[in-house]
């Protein structure tokens, strides 16, 4: 048996259809995080990032730190921030959540992506971000993947995070580091 509803044209098709039945749970319960964060999930897999922050705001401010969606809603609101250009906002939900996270290599991932990003918006504060680009990167190898984390996405905590430092060391020109680092995403 073969479950294709995670491809793109299926996607595509349920997009318009989840978020509606979304609304209409949220009509009935509309402070509920859980299904403001699936709404946020909505938006955000149908690429309109703009929509998505603000059922993330929503559902971040209304759940706690134990809310069993917390770490999945945490990492895709700071993707979701930084893909609709709310870099600082990101950053700040980031600095507010770190405390939270500090075994989550999907946690890590996004940040170095968020603070990478930033840093090309930014050519001036490289040499003070890309150090913190590093580390994070750095980090998720030295968590490794945590499977048992919500959301978590297997390669962040090895091969994922090894092929952007491979990257981040191409871009800086340190070739050494960068095969070092090349070799160890491809094994």
């Given at each position: 048996?073969?479950?294709?509803?995670?491809?793109?044209?299926?996607?595509?098709?349920?997009?318009?259809?989840?978020?509606?039945?979304?609304?209409?749970?949220?009509?009935?319960?509309?402070?509920?995080?859980?299904?403001?964060?699936?709404?946020?999930?909505?938006?955000?897999?149908?690429?309109?990032?703009?929509?998505a922050v603000?059922?993330?705001?929503?559902?971040?401010?209304?759940?706690?730190?134990?809310?069993?969606?917390?770490?999945?809603?945490?990492?895709?609101?700071?993707?979701?921030?930084?893909?609709?250009?709310?870099?600082?906002?990101?950053?700040?939900?980031?600095?507010?959540?770190?405390?939270?996270?500090?075994?989550?290599?999907?946690?890590?991932?996004?940040?170095?992506?968020?603070?990478?990003?930033?840093?090309?918006?930014?050519?001036?504060?490289?040499?003070?971000?890309?150090?913190?680009?590093?580390?994070?990167?750095?980090?998720?190898?030295?968590?490794?993947?945590?499977?048992?984390?919500?959301?978590?996405?297997?390669?962040?905590?090895?091969?994922?995070?090894?092929?952007?430092?491979?990257?981040?060391?191409e871009g800086?020109?340190?070739?050494?580091?960068?095969?070092?680092?090349?070799?160890?995403?491809?094994?």
């Open positions: 048996m073969h479950h294709d509803g995670y491809r793109q044209a299926a996607l595509a098709r349920k997009h318009g259809r989840n978020g509606a039945l979304l609304q209409r749970a949220l009509g009935e319960h509309p402070d509920d995080p859980y299904l403001l964060y699936q709404l946020g999930k909505d938006h955000e897999t149908g690429g309109d990032y703009a929509a603000p059922p993330y705001r929503e559902a971040l401010a209304r759940s706690g730190p134990d809310a069993p969606f917390r770490h999945d809603l945490v990492v895709r609101a700071i993707y979701t921030m930084k893909k609709a250009q709310l870099h600082q906002e990101a950053i700040a939900l980031a600095d507010a959540e770190m405390a939270n996270w500090q075994q989550s290599p999907d946690y890590y991932f996004a940040l170095g992506d968020l603070l990478l990003d930033w840093t090309t918006l930014n050519p001036d504060a490289a040499d003070e971000l890309l150090p913190m680009v590093e580390a994070s990167f750095q980090r998720c190898l030295e968590i490794g993947d945590q499977p048992q984390l919500d959301g978590s996405v297997q390669g962040r905590g090895s091969h994922l995070a090894a092929h952007n430092l491979a990257v981040l060391y800086t020109g340190n070739l050494p580091r960068a095969e070092a680092y090349r070799r160890l995403a491809a094994g």
